[in-house]
T-cell receptor
Framework: KQEVTQIPAALSVPEGENLVLNCSFTDSAIYNLQWFRQDPGKGLTSLLLIQSSQREQTSGRLNASLDKSSGRSTLYIAASQPGDSATYLC?????????FGTGTRLTIIP | DAGITQSPRHKVTETGTPVTLRCHQTENHRYMYWYRQDPGHGLRLIHYSYGVKDTDKGEVSDGYSVSRSKTEDFLLTLESATSSQTSVYFCAIQVTQGGNTGELFFGEGSRLTVL
């Protein structure tokens, strides 16, 4: 059974800082990994999808990397803004029973 | 949003009553999922479907059943609702790209309160 861990569970940083969110998974036999954000009371918004043939994917200020052999993915956020405050979730795609991490709650302090 | 609609968006019901939540997609994606989200537990998979009449259980399937009689609709039924099933329910579809399963997209959620 896939187990997904996201550390830290919560993070507060001043506006403008660069930051890294971590995702670890136990089953490295995955074919994709997706990062989401979730605002309070809202659904999940897809941020980035990394396919197994890729090592990283970029979208604007976001950069996600994937190291299947070590069971790790990181989400790098550059020049953080208050609007980045949300919960960030990762989802490794290893089989049909897709298991989420518990998320990192990010707060950007103006 | 990949054309996903959940209904109802909010529902309050009493213990012991049946409840059905509907997930509708406007495209013809094969994979559909139902999750519940609770404080302290994150998102947990209830059931998923990989085609019409093809469904399987997730990690928290007890007390829930699903049906998929046509591609666009995936129904989640609580046969006899209990207070422990008070939660926010999310439906998701997985977009197929070039024959490979790809990105997951979520609906806006259905908030269920069981009194």
């Amino acid at each position: 059974k896939q187990e997904v861990t996201q550390i830290p569970a919560a993070l507060s940083v001043p506006e403008g800082e660069n930051l890294v969110l971590n995702c670890s998974f136990t089953d490295s036999a995955i074919y994709n990994l997706q990062w989401f954000r979730q605002d309070p009371g809202k659904g999940l918004t897809s941020l980035l999808l990394i396919q197994s043939s890729q090592r990283e994917q970029t979208s604007g200020r976001l950069n996600a990397s994937l190291d299947k052999s070590s069971g790790r993915s990181t989400l790098y956020i550059a020049a953080s803004q208050p609007g980045d405050s949300a919960t960030y979730l990762c989802l490794p795609f290893g089989n049909e029973k897709l298991t989420f991490g518990t998320g990192t709650r990010l707060t950007i302090i103006p | 949003d990949a054309g996903i609609t959940q209904s109802p968006r909010h529902k309050v019901t009493e213990t012991g009553t049946p409840v059905t939540l509907r997930c509708h997609q406007t495209e013809n994606h094969r994979y559909m999922y139902w999750y519940r989200q609770d404080p302290g537990h994150g998102l947990r998979l209830i059931h998923y479907s990989y085609g019409v009449k093809d469904t399987d259980k997730g990690e928290v399937s007890d007390g829930y059943s699903v049906s998929r009689s046509k591609t666009e609709d995936f129904l989640l039924t609580l046969e006899s609702a209990t207070s422990s099933q008070t939660s926010v329910y999310f439906c998701a579809i997985q977009v197929t790209q070039g024959g490979n399963t790809g990105e997951l997209f979520f609906g806006e959620g259905s908030r269920l309160t069981v009194l």
